[in-house]
């Protein structure tokens, strides 16, 4: 259990770095982070890293599409975790 929480930790930070990084390459109007690999932490814990990283730098807030993605790596997360708490799925 305590390895769940550090890669959960450890993807927090990761989303919420990847945030600040592309809204900077937004605003420089670069090359920017795929929304695949801006969802990819949040499917090992880092959802809470993703909502922050949004919420601090208004990036990405009005895209339910984009929202629905988190959302759905969220589900995810909880499955991986069910998982591995329990040793199976049902």
């Given at each position: 259990m305590?390895?769940?929480?550090?890669?959960?930790l450890?993807?927090n930070?990761?989303?919420?770095?990847?945030?600040a990084?592309?809204?900077?390459?937004?605003?420089?109007?670069?090359?920017?982070?795929?929304?695949?690999?801006?969802?990819?932490?949040?499917?090992?814990?880092?959802?809470?890293?993703?909502?922050?990283?949004?919420?601090?730098?208004?990036?990405?807030?009005?895209?339910?599409?984009?929202?629905?993605?988190?959302?759905?790596?969220?589900?995810?997360?909880?499955?991986?975790?069910?998982?591995?708490?329990?040793?199976?799925?049902?």
């Amino acid at each position: 259990m305590n390895l769940i929480i550090y890669i959960a930790l450890a993807a927090n930070l990761i989303a919420f770095l990847q945030f600040a990084i592309d809204k900077r390459l937004a605003e420089k109007q670069k090359r920017r982070i795929s929304e695949a690999q801006l969802v990819f932490p949040a499917v090992f814990g880092g959802i809470i890293g993703s909502v922050i990283g949004m919420l601090v730098f208004r990036h990405k807030t009005k895209k339910r599409s984009f929202q629905l993605k988190l959302l759905i790596a969220l589900l995810l997360f909880c499955g991986i975790v069910f998982y591995a708490c329990t040793g199976s799925p049902g």
